[in-house]
């Protein structure tokens, strides 16, 4: 095997482990965010409770539970609103990574060509050198 080619099988191996971590975390942190969102959820719920309809009537707690549902909205629309938005970040990122791991997947493929290739002697030179600008090409 060439210099070229082992150098290119470590330098896919490094790059594919790095992702793969990356995607691993962005997931942690997402199940992470979603279990906050979840919580978040009960605790704006509770701004409803107790129901006073039936111990407080009149004109102040009519205004009380206007407030209070307003309130409600507001807190549910801003922070369940920031949750989502963070989710969404999350996962563009690990679809971007999940294209470079196909990416790495396909070098290591033509990598994996190109060795075969060497392994096979001079009449398979002149694949080899396409094969081996074909995957330079996807490295570098």
């Not at 309809?53 to 004109?59: A, I, M, P, R, V």
């Not at 002697?121 to 600008?133: H, I, M, P, Q, T």
């Amino acid at each position: 095997m060439s210099d070229f080619l082992s150098d290119a099988f470590q330098i896919i191996s490094n790059r594919s482990a790095a992702t793969e971590e990356k995607i691993e975390r962005l997931k942690q942190a997402k199940r992470e965010i979603e279990n906050e969102k979840d919580q978040a959820y009960v605790e704006i719920k509770k701004l409803l409770h107790p129901s006073l309809d039936s111990l407080w009537e009149g004109t102040e707690a009519n205004t009380f539970d206007e407030s209070r549902q307003e309130a409600y909205e507001y807190m549910k629309r801003k922070i369940l609103y920031q949750y989502d938005y963070y989710i969404v970040q999350i996962d563009w990122e690990i679809s971007q990574l999940q294209l470079q791991q196909n990416t790495l997947d396909f070098a290591s493929t033509i990598a994996h060509q190109a060795d075969r290739l060497w392994s096979q002697g001079e009449e398979a030179a002149e694949a080899y050198g396409r094969k081996l600008n074909e995957l330079k090409g996807w490295l570098f």
